[in-house]
């Protein structure tokens, strides 16, 4: 069978690698951390079912908790919104260093070599194919080369620029901030709900957050997108948090880590001859919020499911097409329309948010939209809508900017729908710079 190199231990190309050993290929997984320290050492939301979909058992039991109840807040603070908690242990917490763990064991199981505390130093070329990686100076030969190295992979530069593999995420590709946990105050009361989201808290772009977790924790994140976080601004809000929350001390738990967290729509080239991108490697971020573990896992899957069902022997970027068709139909398009809805909220005034918070229009109940509960989805009737438009005709400067956004939103994802289906360089070429300028220009507020 085929040889498969996976760099780094992104969730998606951990189990695609695993996955990929299963069925019998040659597979080795190439770490730069040394074991034990791999992945952000904290809990992110998912959906439990992920685990069934791609056809694995979840973690043990101590890496994951249910996901908290969130309060929305407004700039000013003034007003803020609920959303509602999806069914117990529908949605959870899992820890991503555990989730790591527990895929890379999956893997090993399955046949995979690990190599920990081993960076790839690059990709070795021949002519425009990946044809493997170079070690400590060794070559290493790969019929398939998976990039799993995450959010500021160095290997996505090394790639051919005609098969349309973007070398970095764009200004507004990054949330950068600061995050950290802290020892609670035991005599400050439980909050209701238990993490709070402010956001362009103190007018900055971005968000911060302050949540108590299950393992009686206070989570803090202080987030920029499209600009540094300074230090004096980091100080500056975590000050303003802990005036608004008495369960909030001085004391950490672990220090606090300086981080860039990817929060873009999808890269427009995910395969190149002898090369694929899963996961952080690949922007398969929730724009807004910036996680990524199901997108990455169901990607890992759909990739492998394309190379055996098509029988893929020869790894081109025209026999791997299928899987980026695949993930795009599936997530891609939509996380396009998302990051539209994302820069719209980076473009509008604090003022006009404010008002939306507070005129009305969006209620507690609405806010159960946001939940994943299928058996007993909301729904808005004819007069529900009618009285919100009512409200919203109020602010005729905010309708006429929504409106813009959403027809910019709705052209992205039509262009993002409009990838061919089958591989031809010239039409993939002419897509991808379409796609592209969607987004350029979408990012400069045109």
């Not at 951390?33 to 069934?52: L, M, N, Q, T, Y």
């Not at 996961?279 to 398969?284: C, I, R, T």
């Not at 409106?403 to 360089?425: C, F, H, Q, T």
Request: proline share 4%; hydrophobic share 40%; net charge negative.
């Amino acid at each position: 069978m085929a040889k498969i190199v996976v760099i780094g231990m992104g969730q998606g190309g951990v189990l695609a690698g695993g996955m990929l050993a299963k069925a019998g290929f040659d597979v080795a997984i190439y770490e730069k951390s040394p074991k034990g320290a791999v992945s952000h050492d904290w809990h992110d939301d998912i959906r439990f079912d992920i685990f069934e979909i791609c056809g694995i058992a979840p973690p043990s039991r101590e890496n994951y908790t249910q996901k908290s109840k969130w309060l929305f807040v407004s700039p000013d603070e003034k007003n803020s919104l609920k959303v509602p908690p999806a069914k117990p242990m529908e949605e959870v917490s899992v820890s991503r260093r555990g989730l790591s763990d527990h895929l890379v064991n999956i893997a090993v199981e399955n046949g995979a070599k690990v190599f920990y505390d081993t960076p790839v130093d690059s990709l070795v070329l021949e002519g425009d194919r990946v044809v493997g990686v170079k070690v400590d100076d060794e070559v290493i030969s790969a019929d398939l080369v998976i990039d799993a190295s995450g959010l500021n992979s160095p290997f996505r530069g090394q790639i051919p620029a005609k098969f349309g593999v973007p070398a970095d995420s764009g200004k507004n590709g990054i949330m950068r901030g600061w995050r950290g946990f802290f020892v609670r105050n035991e005599e400050a009361p439980t909050p209701d709900p238990e993490s709070t989201l402010y956001i362009k808290h103190l007018d900055g772009v971005g968000i911060s957050w302050c949540n108590l977790n299950d393992r009686n924790e206070v989570d803090v994140l202080i987030g920029r997108i499209g600009e540094k976080l300074t230090e004096e601004e980091q100080r500056s809000c975590l000050e303003a948090l802990r005036k608004n929350h008495p369960i909030l001390t001085d004391k950490m738990v672990k220090e606090g880590k300086w981080v860039d967290i990817g929060v873009r729509c999808t890269a427009g080239g995910l395969v190149a001859d002898g090369y694929a991108l899963v996961g952080d490697s690949a922007f398969m971020t929730m724009p807004i919020m910036g996680s990524g573990i199901e997108a990455s896992m169901k990607a890992g899957k759909w990739l492998v499911e394309h190379i055996l069902e098509e029988g893929v022997k020869d790894f081109s970027a025209e026999n791997l097409w299928g899987y980026q068709v695949k993930y795009f139909d599936e997530l891609g398009a939509d996380y396009v329309f998302i990051d539209v809805v994302k820069r719209w909220a980076l473009n509008i005034d604090p003022k006009e948010i404010n008002w939306l918070f507070g005129c009305g229009a969006v209620t507690n109940d609405d806010m159960a939209l946001l939940s994943t509960d299928t058996e007993n989805p909301v729904k808005l009737g004819v007069g529900d809508i009618l009285k919100k438009v009512g409200i919203l005709l109020k602010n005729p400067r905010l309708i006429g900017q929504a409106i813009k956004w959403l027809l910019r939103g709705l052209r992205a994802k039509s262009v993002a729908n409009g990838m061919p289906e089958k591989y031809d360089m010239r039409k993939v070429q002419k897509w991808q710079k379409k796609y592209d300028d969607v987004i350029a220009k979408i990012e400069r507020g045109e």
